[in-house]
């Protein structure tokens, strides 16, 4: 029920009430039921609050539409129609939009009275990875990242993010990591793991477009470490260029090969063009030698245009002569050798 300065939680089962002031709301969600199996409101507080004898950071309402173990394939057990399993699924999808009718009007009371804002998932965005112990859907919200079907709940709040780095990205493996560095550098960083590498492009587009820079690396980086150092002189890390000295060193060495590649590549080019000039060369020789040769042939014609008929005739009987003897003296020579 409400109060003037909150909410108030009390149940059969629940010793004592339990008081959620305004005041101490950092983030509220409400997560409509779509294929999870329930629909709640969830408020991520700024300071914990004591639930029993332990302490909490995370109050959560909600009702279950299904049971965890209830699969809807396993009972279907292969078989194509079935009118109590089709009956079922009706009433399911009826109690849905029953409870989501009821917790929205709930949420729409309660923003009017008190002034908070309810985050609402976008479940367009969504992703799954594993943020504590599991591999659950990660979907993003306007002011947070959140994971609140299982318990504990993962609330990340994303103003409070300076950069994100993606690790574990290269070719050939599926998965990657998404480590959260928070403005405060005494804080330990956040991490999601084993992102599945389709999501990607998805995710870069998502936080340039919410103007948190990122980067992206081959390998994991020891953040306990990077955080001491930073911490030891925030001036001189602030000088040295920030988390851009260190973060995305994979895309400089990249950067080399690929230079590398490319001089290689340049002095292939100047060795075949050394080649080709050689080329060149010996294909000026050969069209000088046949140029001399068409002079000579020029200047044999000229000469033979200056001889008389008989000169001619004279000369060609000759030159048959000379020929009729060379053969015969081959033929000779072939006769010698058997």
């Known amino acids: 029920r409400r109060v003037h300065r909150g909410l108030r939680f009390s149940g059969a089962r629940q010793a004592e009430p339990v008081d959620v002031l305004f005041s101490n709301i950092k983030h509220a969600v409400f997560q409509p039921v779509s294929n999870e199996i329930i629909v709640c409101i969830h408020f991520h507080l700024k300071h914990p609050i004591l639930i029993g004898k332990k302490k909490t950071q995370d109050v959560q309402f909600y009702r279950e539409v299904a049971n965890a173990t209830d699969d809807l394939d396993q009972r279907r057990g292969g078989r194509g129609y079935d009118p109590d399993e089709m009956l079922e ?54 002011n ?17 993010i300076e950069v994100v780095s993606f690790e574990r990205v290269s070719h050939g493996l599926r998965n990657f990591d998404m480590i959260f560095v928070f403005k405060d550098y005494t804080k330990a960083v956040r991490r999601i793991d084993s992102v599945p590498i389709e999501c990607l492009d998805m995710l870069k587009k998502w936080l340039t477009e919410l103007e948190i820079v990122w980067y992206e690396g081959k390998q994991n980086l020891n953040w306990a470490n990077i955080l001491k150092t930073i911490n030891g002189d925030i001036p001189d890390f602030i000088e040295q260029g920030g988390f851009s000295s260190f973060l995305g060193e994979d895309e400089g060495e990249g950067d080399s ?6 001089e290689e590549y340049n002095e292939s080019d100047d060795d075949g063009s050394d080649y080709s000039g050689s080329d060149d060369s010996d294909s000026d020789e050969s069209l000088a030698e046949e140029s001399s040769d068409e002079s000579f042939r020029e200047v044999s014609s000229d000469e033979s245009e200056g001889m008389d008929w008989d000169e001619m005739e004279r000369r060609a009987k000759e030159d048959d002569e000379g020929s009729e003897s060379e053969e015969e003296e081959k033929s000779k020579r072939k006769r010698k050798r058997k």
Not at 93 to 118: C, D, P, Q, T
Not at 144 to 160: G, H, Y
Not at 257 to 262: A, F
């Open 89 to 142: 699924e009706q009433r399911e999808r009826e109690m849905k939009a029953k409870l989501n009718a009821e917790f929205k009007k709930f949420v729409e009371v309660v923003a009017k009275e008190s002034g908070i804002e309810f985050d609402v998932p976008y479940r367009e965005l969504r992703f799954f990875g594993v943020p504590q112990r599991s591999n659950v859907e990660i979907l993003p919200t306007d």
């Open 144 to 160: 947070c990242l959140v994971q609140l079907v299982e318990w504990p709940p993962f609330v990340l709040t994303l103003e409070d």
């Open 257 to 262: 090969e690929e230079d590398e590649e490319d």
